[in-house]
């Protein structure tokens, strides 16, 4: 009970003592910016409790979530796969988007030019009210049948029957999520290389930027003369081409930038 108020309190500290300036210069540069790209990942969800599985617990009923999460996995065992899948969607019924998912809605209406780009399944961000999401890794919401291709959103949860078949050809559905040894959807990746390589700033949220296409769209933005900005708790693999880097949690580094850079 005691310990995450304590975590919390030193957290703030933090804040303050370390960030001022930094915030201040990060806000400068927004404030002056026509072209914004944020750049989100597993961290910004987590502080909303969704679990990123890729520590120590990631497991699920004793399968490693690698191996639950791939194509060869669904074709093996589709149900088993769909159960995992259902659970996912159960569990995040009951979680919801947090200030920092707030801030990077809000932001929308705030820059001449905006993109949201995230590499999270989970739909926080729409839930937060963002209207126009660059999706690389697909959505948990989404269901797309292996046979004819078509697509639909549903939202319930859990879903009525187990694997769900698709109501146009009876094929097999899956979920509609980037599985590993997968590749991203192409649409998406363009949109959001071309909006790296148009942007005056990028800010890359809650990323450890490890996998690809993470590293690359960061790299294209700082080749292409973007100035990032990195809200990260830890030094993340692109922390290097950050000309700002603010340590802390998205949910409370980013009311606070976005109080800085205040109405334009
Ligand atoms: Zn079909």
Not at 56 to 80: I, K
Not at 150 to 165: G, N, T, V
Not at 195 to 216: F, I, M, R
Request: hydrophobic content about 45%.
């Amino acid at each position: 009970m005691h310990r995450p108020r304590a975590a919390t309190v030193r957290f703030g500290n933090r804040i303050q003592g370390m960030n001022q300036g930094d915030l201040s210069r990060a806000a400068e540069i927004l404030r002056s910016a026509g072209r914004v790209v944020a750049f989100t990942g597993a961290g910004v969800s987590a502080e909303s409790g969704v679990p990123t599985f890729r520590g120590a617990g990631g497991l699920w009923e004793g399968h490693a979530v690698q191996q639950v999460a791939t194509p060869e996995a669904f074709h093996a065992d589709p149900l088993m796969v769909w159960r995992f899948y259902d659970q996912r969607r159960i569990n995040l019924t009951k979680v919801r988007p947090n200030p920092a998912h707030t801030v990077l809605a809000r932001w929308q209406d705030r820059f001449p030019s905006y993109q949201l780009v995230t590499q999270n399944v989970d739909g926080l961000h729409h839930a937060a009210g963002a209207r126009e999401v660059v999706e690389l890794h697909g959505s948990i919401w989404c269901v797309r049948c292996v046979g004819c291709g078509h697509e639909r959103e549903d939202r319930s949860a859990p879903l009525p029957d187990l694997p769900p078949r698709c109501s146009a050809c009876g094929g097999l559905e899956r979920p509609g999520v980037v599985w590993f040894g997968e590749y991203l959807p192409a649409r998406a990746m363009a949109l959001a290389t071309a909006a790296a390589e148009a942007c005056d700033v990028l800010v890359v949220v809650g990323t450890s930027a490890v996998v690809y296409p993470a590293a690359g769209l960061v790299e294209v933005a700082a080749s292409a003369g973007g100035k990032v900005i990195e809200v990260n708790p830890e030094a993340s693999q692109v922390a290097h081409l950050a000309e700002v880097e603010l340590r802390g949690p998205a949910g409370v580094v980013l009311p606070l930038l976005d109080e800085l850079v205040g109405d334009r």
